[in-house]
């Protein structure tokens, strides 16, 4: 497709919940991100992928967050046992090799 | 590591009058690139303007422009004849040229009102 689609726009999980994420990048775009933007509007880095694999994970939180884009599959951000500050906005974008990031509308996660 | 500093976290400006957002850069590569994106309460993620670092002519679109100081690592964004649907979040972004899949790093962000 010509826009990157994020499933589901909204979630809501009780603390301690798996929260699952998913983002279908444009046809073609090779390079895949997620990023957190929490109230404060900032955005927080928290992976790239370079087809399947796996370029920078330098901001994931390991012990509870993790990503996948397998072949012929929507890309996935998981959060395991979810806490209250992982409430937020979690978009995900792509691209071709040096060409612009092309956003999705973002998912809302509401942990309560 | 490359950051981006917003300095303004608040600006607001009369209808048809002209603005200035700042930012500035730290990096040690010489080739990059550089954007302004605009976020709406809508939460969509809308790119106004981008900049190579090689490009010594600064970036235009519309009512858009930027001012690109490499040297000073400084790039402003100016909005002329400001109208009310340019209300938004504004953030500045770096990305690098190296090989791979590299990451926008965003700064702290803007908030634009017009006051009609």
């Known amino acids: 497709g010509e826009e990157v689609a994020q499933t589901p726009k909204h979630l809501v999980r009780g603390e301690g919940q798996k929260a699952k994420l998913y983002c279908a990048p444009i046809?073609?775009?090779?390079?895949v991100f997620w990023y957190q933007q929490v109230l404060k509007n900032e955005f927080k880095f928290l992976i790239s992928f370079q087809n399947e694999n796996v370029f920078d994970e330098t901001g994931m939180p390991k012990e509870r967050f993790s990503a996948k884009c397998l072949p012929n599959s929507p890309c996935s951000l998981e959060i395991q046992a979810t806490k209250l500050e992982d409430s937020a906005v979690y978009f995900c974008a792509s691209s071709q090799l040096q060409g612009n990031l092309h956003f999705g509308n973002g998912t809302r996660l509401t942990v309560t | 590591a490359q950051t981006v500093t917003q300095s303004q976290p608040e600006m607001s400006v009369q209808e048809a009058e002209t603005v200035t957002l700042s930012c500035t850069y730290d990096t040690s590569e010489s080739d990059y690139y550089l954007f302004w994106y605009k976020q709406p309460p809508s939460r969509q993620m809308i790119l106004v303007i981008r900049q190579e670092a090689y490009k010594q002519q600064n970036a235009t679109e519309n009512r858009f422009s930027v001012n690109f100081q490499k040297a000073a690592k400084s790039f402003s964004l100016k909005i002329s004849d400001s109208q009310l649907g340019d209300a938004a979040m504004y953030f500045c972004a770096y990305r690098s040229r190296l090989w791979g899949a590299q990451k926008l790093v965003f700064g702290q962000g803007t908030r634009l009102t017009i006051n009609p």
């Open positions: 046809k073609g775009h090779s390079y």
